[in-house]
């Protein structure tokens, strides 16, 4: 993937997260602001957001990691695989096993 495909990928899962935040706070796209967008492996299938009783796949995902503030607070979203952004309201380290080439910040 190129570097300008990869970065309109971003884009568009950080215009993802930033709508479904600012629905679920019931503010306005435009109040929510990007902290932090980065590439992170995680280290299995919860994408570094498990919920308790659950079972995931034991293998390394490629995906996002988006905090995002909105209000007073800063918010976590993660993504992988085939799986758009989702809210984690108690997430695992962003940092996962670490990051991949091409970070935005």
Known sequence: MT?????????????????DLAERLNIEPDEVYLVEARDVVWRDGSL??????????????PGLCIRLR???????????GNRPPFFCPNPKECDAIGSLPGDVA
């Open 70 to 80: 909105g209000g007073e607070k800063i918010h976590h979203y993660h993504s992988g």
């Open 3 to 19: 570097n300008s495909l990869h970065h309109q990928e971003h884009k568009s899962l950080i215009t993802q997260a930033r709508q």
């Open 48 to 61: 570094g957001c498990p919920q308790p009783g659950k079972f995931y796949t034991q293998a390394l995902v």
